[in-house]
């Protein structure tokens, strides 16, 4: 059947993909039933869950601004330019993301990003969220789609047949399995051993920011570290990323002593910025963090799988709601296309896994990076040498970490050119060898013979605003 024969469809998670998704499909003319678990997060006090703020970047506001949202998103957003490390001592050391102004990742408030996706979705008046809705389990047949819902308090199970539906459910999806036993796929999820609490930094007397406003703050302590995104109140929300187990971990801080003593010896620049350090390291849960992959996010014309219940990613890059916003600028790009609904998710199979694999594994690089490398002079001299480079190469050195964050080339490209260019630097930058004094233009033919042909054809003007 041609999707536009049938212009209803069911979406299981009304998180942040699912609710964009949502807005897409609903300004295409479909109807859309939206089923959410939770209650409605701008009636009630629930958080909208895990971290208080996430970095939006190039994939993020691409599909924001495909639905007119982009602005209003960025509005309360804060530009982060680039991450400052804070060593042992209370050293500071800056490191700009791009070498363009423009070049930057914004910080925003996942709860209002949640909050302003919902009610874009009911504004397009054709989207019906079912909050209280919680899928538990799912059959999925050629003839449809058969769900089981509750409420999670103990009321009537509600059952429901459907011709297909979409789970945009996250990390712990209940589509998922359905969805690969029925197409005979498979799945691995797995599961950091490290865990994550957040803490915060209040503002001010006079509203204002006790640290800088536009950097990722980082405090890289090799097994473990601490980082901090700005809040558009001129707060700070920190996460502590620590081992679950071992000398440095969740599981040796038993007590307010422990951890207070924990972060005199490895924070105590944060000491007195903190707010109610020992109360809220003890009141706030440890979130966990999985990596997600599937052979497959598809199951016939039944059943599709997008962002976090397709690819769930540690947070290390700031790309996994990117990463999801971009499924739907895919699909929404695919939909256009006018390709029936088998084809519309046997694409979005074909098209995104490599992709979702790639940035999954880019980042679990980038938080080894983080933890270990961001300190550590041999890095920051590849670092100096990269950045001269991208100034003097525009368009034939792109890093990596402008390709993920600042273009919408392939995570697949992305991964490929950053293989070949930490090889590249790790050869010319050899330890003593000051970054700044280094002859760039005898590198120039390297760069085109090795590294410029990976980004060339994807993006043969360099890096656009
Ligand atoms: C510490 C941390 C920091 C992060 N920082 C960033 C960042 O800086 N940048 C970035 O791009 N990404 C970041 N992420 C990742 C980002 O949070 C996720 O990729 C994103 O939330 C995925 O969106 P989603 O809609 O797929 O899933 P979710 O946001 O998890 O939404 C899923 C929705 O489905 C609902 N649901 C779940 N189960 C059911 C069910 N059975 N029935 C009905 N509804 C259900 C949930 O209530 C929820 O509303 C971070 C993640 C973590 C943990």
């Known amino acids: 059947m041609s999707v536009s024969e049938n212009r209803s469809i069911t979406l299981v998670g009304g998180g942040l993909v699912g609710s ?48 007119g949202l982009a602005d209003e998103v960025l509005s309360r957003g804060i530009p982060m330019k680039g991450r400052i490390m804070h060593s042992p001592s209370g050293e500071l050391t800056y490191q700009p993301y791009g070498v363009e102004d423009w070049q930057c990742i914004y910080s925003i408030s996942r709860g209002e990003l949640n909050k302003q996706l ?13 909050f209280e809705s919680r899928l538990k389990s799912t059959r999925l047949q050629a003839a449809g789609v058969e769900l089981e819902l509750d409420s999670g308090d103990g009321s009537p199970v509600r059952r429901l047949k459907r011709a297909r539906v979409i789970g945009t459910d996250g990390s712990a999806s209940a589509l998922r399995r359905a969805t690969l036993d029925r197409a005979s796929g498979h799945c691995t999820e797995d599961l950091l051993d490290y865990g994550y609490k957040e803490l ?24 473990f570290m601490l980082i901090a995104l700005p809040n558009f109140d001129g707060s700070f929300t920190c996460t502590l990323f620590l081992p679950y187990e071992g000398e440095l971990s969740f599981a040796r801080l038993t007590n307010p002593a422990e951890v207070r003593g924990f972060f005199e010896t490895h924070f ?28 497959t996010w598809h199951a016939g014309s039944e059943s599709l799988l997008l962002g976090d219940a397709a690819h769930a990613i540690v ?88 390709l993920v964050s600042f273009s919408r080339v392939p995570y697949t490209v992305a991964l490929e050119a950053g293989i070949k260019q930490a090889g590249f630097l790790r050869s010319v930058c050899e330890p003593g060898l000051d970054p700044a004094q280094m002859d760039i233009e005898a590198l120039g033919p390297r760069i085109l013979a090795e590294i410029a042909p990976v980004t060339r054809t994807h993006l043969p003007e360099g890096l656009k605003p």
């Not at 939206?34 to 939006?56: C, F, T």
């Not at 800088?212 to 405090?219: F, G, K, Q, T």
């Not at 809220?280 to 992959?293: K, Q």
């Open 268 to 295: 105590a620049d944060t000491l007195p910025l903190i707010d109610d350090l020992e109360g809220t390291f003890f009141a706030n849960p440890t979130g966990h963090m999985v990596t997600v992959r599937c052979s």
């Open 315 to 402: 947070p290390f890059f700031g790309q996994g709601m990117n990463s999801g916003f971009e499924d739907c600028t895919e699909f929404f790009a695919a939909l256009d296309s006018g390709l029936a609904w088998k084809d519309l998710f046997s694409h979005m199979s074909r098209t995104r896994v490599d992709n979702a694999n790639a940035i999954a594994q880019m980042a679990i690089e980038n938080f080894l990076e983080m933890r270990d490398r961001v300190g550590d002079a041999q890095f920051l001299r590849e670092k100096a040498l990269e950045k001269r480079l991208q100034i003097r190469y525009p368009l034939d050195y792109i890093s990596r970490y402008s």
């Open 20 to 67: 964009l998704l949502a807005t897409g499909l609903a300004r295409r003319g479909f109807d859309v039933e939206l089923l959410e678990r939770r209650p409605d997060m701008r009636k009630s006090q629930h958080s909208a869950g895990r971290s208080i703020n996430l970095a939006v970047s190039a994939r993020g506001i691409h599909a924001l601004r495909e639905l």
């Open 200 to 223: 915060t930094i209040l503002p001010g007397r006079n509203g204002e920011f006790r640290m800088d406003r536009n950097a990722l703050h980082i405090w890289p302590r090799g097994n």
């Open 118 to 130: 919902l009610t874009a979705a009911e504004r397009t008046g054709r989207v019906q969220v079912e």
